[in-house]
């Protein structure tokens, strides 16, 4: 029997002899599991491409509230806006000859509660508040007649909007009148429901088009106090469609998009500190140093100001970060 001595070999050899020695698992199985990978993750950069290719483009230009004017569907003849200044339409002509004031009113409350029986003393007490006016009852029947005689010489149906009396209560019949605010609702709805099922495209969609038309807050010239309730839940969600938009913005690398989404962002709330850190984010990915420091140096100010109160420590966190070109 031959015996070599390993340290005798010369050193090729033996870096040939480690080589040529098997390996633990089999070689086939080696190629199994690199081809399982590979097809794994072709799959997710396919996907990942297709959610890109649509994100990109919803998200190509933000418009939000500084967005186009809503665009009435087709088939619908009347249509009223109440994000952002009121509007009523009727066949693509904006009408503003109300026979009164109270008149107007009172079809923006019914018309915002459409198909609910709305009792007399709730119109009332919202149309009505102050103590000191003189028979309100009678004022509603007087509005209430003068708006049935505004919509009946405007629509060439009386079915297609009229107020119908039930009882103590009024309510607004318009099965062909479409409602920015229910338009807005619907697409916000959607957009939860895709998201909780991790459609993130689906709910991309939607929220982009709840954003579009949302074009200011609620009945935002009415200095009435019954509009305020909805305005502040209707905000809330517009913020809340924003930053989600904002988010995917960052998640597809579209940082010139999260930036424009996150300004809308700080027009409705400029006190919102994830926003600023968002944005700090982002000009940090651009190496846009200078912009970093002066959102940071704006939510300090901000914070101060409006909630006498510093930044978070995770704001803190960000800017030093973002300021060293770590992120």
């Known amino acids: 029997m031959v015996t070599v001595n390993v340290e005798s070999v010369p050193e090729p050899a033996r870096r040939n002899e480690i080589r040529a020695r098997p390996s633990s698992v089999p070689p086939e199985s080696v190629a199994d599991l690199i081809s399982q990978a590979t097809s794994a993750l072709d799959a ?114 009386p079915s297609s909007v009229r107020i119908v009396s039930q009882g103590s209560c009024y309510q607004l019949t318009a099965p062909d009148l479409c409602l920015d605010v229910e338009d807005f609702e619907r697409c916000y709805a959607s957009g939860l429901a895709s998201e909780a099922e991790g459609n993130v495209t689906e709910a991309v969609a939607a929220y982009t088009r709840a954003a579009r038309l949302y074009r200011g807050d609620f009945l935002e010239d009415i200095l009435d106090d019954w509009p305020a309730f909805r305005r502040e839940a209707l905000k809330d969600q517009y913020l809340f469609v924003v930053a989600r938009l904002a988010g995917a913005a960052v998640d597809m690398e579209d940082y010139h998009g999260a930036i424009v989404w996150c300004q809308q962002l700080l027009a409705k709330d400029r006190c919102r500190e994830d ?35 510093e930044p978070e420590p995770e704001t803190e966190r960000i800017a030093r970060l973002a300021l060293a070109g770590k992120l």
């Open 44 to 157: 997710r950069v396919a996907n990942l491409d297709r959610q890109l290719s649509v994100l990109r483009h919803l998200l190509a230009t933000p418009l939000g509230s500084f967005g186009r004017v809503w665009e009435t569907p087709i088939e619908k003849r009347i249509a009223v806006t109440c994000l952002g200044p009121f509007g009523f339409v009727v066949d693509g002509v904006p009408f503003e000859n109300w026979r009164s004031g109270r008149a107007r009113s009172l079809f923006q409350y019914l018309v915002t509660h459409r198909g609910q029986a709305i009792p007399r003393d709730t119109l009332i007490s919202a149309l009505w508040p102050d103590a000191s006016v003189s028979a309100p009852a009678t004022s509603l029947k007087v509005a209430v007649h003068a708006l049935r005689q505004t919509l009946g010489n405007l629509v060439e149906s």
């Open 275 to 309: 926003t600023y850190r968002t944005l700090m984010i982002c000009h940090a990915r651009l190496g846009q140093r200078s912009r970093v420091r002066s959102w940071y140096e704006l939510c300090v100010r901000t914070l101060r100001y409006e909630l006498d109160c």
